[in-house]
């Protein structure tokens, strides 16, 4: 893992803001952001968790470290009679991800495709669209503590899950990193909320 110096934030954020960061490391495992945060030289920096940065609005330069999360990977891990539970790294591009479970078939996400941003991101503010929320096929979380360097797990009720909201925006903000994300997917494709507005085009994967 490479940790870079004065690095411009330009390209990691959707408006294009050219902040500079003092320190940039893109981070592919929890066993590097601890390795990371042990290291007294970054350990006590401010630091801002990085995802696809749609969601970030940099006003001037920071002077901290800049951890991206990188964590890469899909898995379907168990099933059951209805359901494929994926689990997905937290640097999954969102919409790609989407696009990958429609294309095995499977249910529940359909209507979120094309929201900008990446997997670990989704269950901080609850992202959702068309009357369908992450929540919704929410499973659990796995999430680094970045003080006591331990892994927690968080269920749909740990997150306490709310309008554009969750627990990792108020009693954990900046807490955690997410690491993995597990969805609960249904082995049949959903079919649009009726009541939805539908502006964006679906005849895509109609
Ligand atoms: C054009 C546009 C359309 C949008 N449409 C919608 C929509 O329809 N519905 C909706 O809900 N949202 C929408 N959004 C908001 C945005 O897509 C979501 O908030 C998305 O989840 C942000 O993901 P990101 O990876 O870009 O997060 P970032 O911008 O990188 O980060 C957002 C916040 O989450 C934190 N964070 C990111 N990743 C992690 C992690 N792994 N662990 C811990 N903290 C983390 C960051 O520190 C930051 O505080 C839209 C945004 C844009 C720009």
């Not at 110096?5 to 959707?14: A, G, I, M």
């Not at 902040?19 to 030289?41: G, I, M, N, V």
């Not at 919409?95 to 991101?121: M, T, W, Y």
């Amino acid at each position: 893992m490479r940790v870079s110096e004065n690095v411009s934030l330009r390209p990691y954020n959707t408006f294009g803001i050219d902040a500079t960061a003092r320190y940039f490391a893109s981070l592919h495992s929890r066993e590097q952001l601890e390795t990371l945060l042990l290291d007294p030289k970054y350990a006590t920096l401010p630091r801002i968790i990085l995802g696809g940065g749609s969601n970030i609005l940099l006003t001037k330069d920071f002077d901290g470290i800049v951890l991206k999360n990188d964590i890469k990977g899909i898995a379907s891990i168990r099933e059951d009679h209805d359901y494929i539970y994926v689990k997905a790294g937290a640097g999954e591009n969102w919409h790609q991800f989407v696009q990958d479970c429609i294309a095995k078939g499977l249910g529940g996400l359909e209507n979120l495709s094309l929201i900008p941003g990446n997997v670990g991101a989704s269950p901080m503010q609850n992202i959702g669209a068309y009357g369908v929320e992450i929540k919704d096929v929410f499973h659990e979380l796995e999430a680094f503590h970045l003080r006591d360097r331990e892994i927690r797990l968080f269920d749909r009720e740990a997150c306490a899950f709310g309008y554009r909201e969750s627990v990792f925006k108020h009693q954990y903000k900046e807490q955690f990193a997410i690491l993995h994300v597990t969805y609960r997917l249904s082995k049949s494709r959903s079919s649009i909320p009726a009541t939805a507005p539908l502006n964006r085009n679906w005849s895509a994967w109609a």
